[in-house]
T-cell receptor
Framework: GAVVSQHPSWVICKSGTSVKIECRSL??????MFWYRQFPKQSLMLMATSNEGSKATYEQGVEKDKFLINHASLTLSTLTVTSAHPEDSSFYICSARGGTTDTQYFGPGTRLTVL | AQSVTQPDIHITVSEGASLELRCNYS??????LFWYVQSPGQGLQLLLKYFSGDTLVQGIKGFEAEFKRSQSSFNLRKPSVHWSDAAEYFCAVGAIDDYKLSFGAGTTVTVRA
């Protein structure tokens, strides 16, 4: 149990376009979802926390207008990278926490390359 | 603010040998502590976690970790490594109130035959 999926697994886009990444909890209801960014050979950096039905909470230094997060249902959260630029190229990972569990379950990540 | 330090960037170990990965944390209250493993092309998999109680925690794949409050450490150990244990290992500390995780920089484990 506790499976989290992400789609797409990788995406290449042109500079200036927007990209949407989906994060789904497949076998549990995720009351909270988290979005992380991971640079090569580096750790995960928390970008934002989203709770179902409410606005996302962004970490300091993360542009909320650049990284739009929508947690529309208890099983789906989306991250939209707007007007993407090469510096937005990275590995984006989501995680989900359901109910009273204290554990986050991670998706496999999405590799974004902006040309 | 919470933070995690993993002092070892890269460890090479022979197959069958023991492995210990170090993790030190900084947190103002009782922490939630986690070890995750990330294999190439795969998501993070939870190895084990500590919330309270017995300070020696058993996890999956034969891993265990010991919480030492006096040393602010949560080191991961495995008595005998397998080639499939080659991966990136992350220690993380979580806040009790909002479940946010802070990750260490990770330790890359290479297993030689």
């Amino acid at each position: 149990g506790a499976v989290v999926s992400q789609h797409p697994s990788w995406v290449i886009c042109k500079s200036g376009t927007s990209v949407k990444i989906e994060c789904r909890s497949l076998d549990f209801q995720a009351t909270t979802m988290f979005w992380y960014r991971q640079f090569p050979k580096q750790s995960l950096m928390l970008m934002a926390t989203s709770n179902e039905g409410s606005k996302a909470t962004y970490e300091q230094g993360v542009e909320k207008d650049k990284f739009l997060i929508n947690h529309a249902s208890l099983t789906l959260s989306t991250l939209t990278v707007t007007s993407a630029h090469p510096e937005d190229s990275s590995f984006y990972i989501c995680s989900a926490r359901g109910g009273t569990t204290d554990t986050q379950y991670f998706g496999p990540g999405t590799r974004l390359t902006v040309l | 603010a919470q933070s995690v330090t993993q002092p070892d960037i890269h460890i090479t170990v022979s197959e069958g040998a023991s492995l210990e990965l170090r993790c030190n944390y900084s947190y103002g209250a009782t922490p939630y502590l986690f070890w995750y493993v990330q294999s190439p092309g795969q998501g993070l998999q939870l190895l084990l976690k500590y919330f309270s109680g017995d300070t020696l925690v058993q996890g999956i794949k034969g891993f265990e970790a010991e919480f030492k409050r006096s040393q602010s450490s949560f080191n991961l150990r495995k008595p005998s490594v397998h080639w499939s244990d080659a991966a990136e290992y992350f220690c993380a500390v979580g806040a009790i109130d909002d479940y946010k995780l802070s990750f260490g920089a990770g330790t890359t484990v290479t297993v030689r035959a």
